[in-house]
Structure formats: structure tokens, C-alpha cells
């Protein structure tokens, strides 16, 4: 929604200005899986796009929670470890297999060898439990769409008969962390983003109001044919102050 492959969207960065402008209260939940979230603050700003790491929400994060206290056999991007630090991570014996998402080098061919999901689906076939940072299927770079981990997780859950917990959007949980750091109310607030099924749906089932943009993920096919329908559509996140000085309440 703010950049692609690094690439920043026209006018994020004076969207994102506009908005802490007209007050608004903002936090940045995502579900990118390929850097820690120091990473993700800094190379935000080196697009312009300022925020403390207090306002991101990562799904890294998230699972240092969930987890804690656990062995983890964890299968994710290398630059996500330092979110991991508090956990136990192992390779055998493990509690929980933690599943992360795909990048755009090779590093992701070792991640999710085959050997790495094999040994993944013995520890989930000796009672391990799975759980993913996020269950993507896809996500866009430069180059167009690229498979994301939500492929292996789903290999995981036929080969295993388990299912995985979601870590990242669209859970329930996920949401619920982004209003409780905003102590904001669900029907109060509008969660902006470019994916029917992460922001969209699982904003909506956890109540909040909802604004799709046009750039990044956005396709019209899948939103003609979608049974999740957000609150409003714009142009890109460049619009956002613009229409909500118009429309919102």
C-alpha cells in the first residue's frame, strides 16, 4: 500500500504527513515477513514515510507473543530474527512450527526447501502445532505477483491434517492488537490497505470500517467477483486524507 519492491506510491509520504496533520491516530499494521521491524522503519524512512517502531505492528512481533515460553521450529526469513530473539528456537523437538513469508531472492528457495518442510511435517506428525505469520497467498513486486508462504502453509495443513493459527491479518487477534495500541473503537476506525482478504475481510469481521486502495495488490477482476465488499474505494493511500476530509465522520 505505501511501496512496491521499495518502490514508494505517489504521494505516501505527504499522505502520511497530511493525515498526523488533521490529527488522526495511526498505526501501521503488516504483514511483510522480510524484515525485522527496525528494517521495515528504516527503509519506510528512506521513502519519507516517518513512524516510530512503536507505530508498526508486525507479525514478527506478534509470534515472539503468541509463542513465548515455547520450543520453535521456526521457517522465516533470516532478517526476521531479531523479532525472535525471545524465543526458544530449534531444529527438532520443537512445540510449535512457525511458519514466516517469502522474499524476492534466493534466500527463500533455502528457507522453504524441501528438507526444511519435511522436517516441518515431522514435527507437526509428532504433535507439533503450526502457526504462520501470515497465510498470503500472493504479493506484488515490480516484477508482478510472486507465490507467498501461504502455498507451503497450505502443504503443511494437507500433509499434517492440522490447520494453522494465523498470526498476522486477517486474525481476529491481529486487529484487536491494533485497536487496543490506539485505544481506539472498532466502528470508529478505518483500516486502508490493497488486499480483499487480509484487510478487508479481516478488518470487517473484526468490525472496523474499511478502504481499499487501487495500487499494489488491487485487482478490479477480484473485486467484481469478491463476496467481501470494503466501505470505500480510492485511488491510492495519496487520496486518503482527501477523502476522508470529505466523507468521514
Not at 516517518?50 to 508486525?58: G, M, R
Not at 470487517?204 to 466501505?231: M, Y
Request: a negative charge.
Amino acid at each position: 500500500m505505501l511501496h512496491v519492491s521499495g518502490r514508494p506510491i505517489d504521494g505516501a509520504a505527504r499522505a502520511i504527513l497530511r493525515l498526523r496533520e488533521m490529527g488522526h491516530r495511526l498505526r501501521f499494521v503488516t504483514n511483510a515477513t522480510t524484515k525485522s521491524r527496525g528494517e521495515l522503519v528504516q527503509a519506510l524512512g528512506g521513502l519519507g514515510i516517518e513512524l516510530s517502531p512503536d507505530e508498526l505492528q508486525t507479525t514478527g512481533a506478534a509470534a515472539a507473543t503468541a509463542l513465548a515460553g515455547r520450543r520453535v521450529l521456526a521457517l522465516t526469513m533470516p532478517a526476521i530474527v531479531d523479532d525472535l530473539e525471545e524465543l526458544e528456537l530449534v531444529g527438532e523437538s520443537a512445540d510449535a512450527v512457525l511458519l514466516g513469508g517469502a522474499d524476492e531472492t534466493s534466500e527463500t528457495n533455502r528457507v522453504f526447501s524441501y528438507m526444511n518442510l519435511a522436517r516441518a511435517f515431522s514435527e507437526l506428525d509428532a504433535g507439533a502445532e503450526l502457526y504462520c505469520l501470515h497465510k498470503n497467498r500472493w504479493w506484488q513486486t515490480a516484477r508482478g505477483p510472486l507465490l507467498d508462504a501461504g502455498a507451503f502453509v497450505a502443504a503443511l495443513e494437507y500433509a499434517a491434517g492440522v490447520s494453522a493459527t494465523v498470526l498476522g491479518k486477517p486474525s481476529a487477534a491481529y486487529f484487536a492488537a491494533a485497536l487496543e495500541a490506539l485505544d481506539a473503537d472498532a466502528e470508529l476506525t478505518w483500516m486502508v490497505g490493497d488486499d480483499l482478504e487480509s484487510d478487508v475481510a479481516g478488518a470487517r469481521a473484526h468490525g472496523l470500517r474499511t478502504i481499499l486502495v487501487q495500487t499494489g495488490k488491487f485487482r478490479q477482476s477480484d473485486l467484481d467477483h469478491s463476496p467481501f465488499e470494503p466501505d470505500a474505494v480510492i485511488g491510492s493511500i495519496a487520496d486518503l486524507p482527501y477523502w476522508l476530509d470529505e466523507h468521514a465522520l
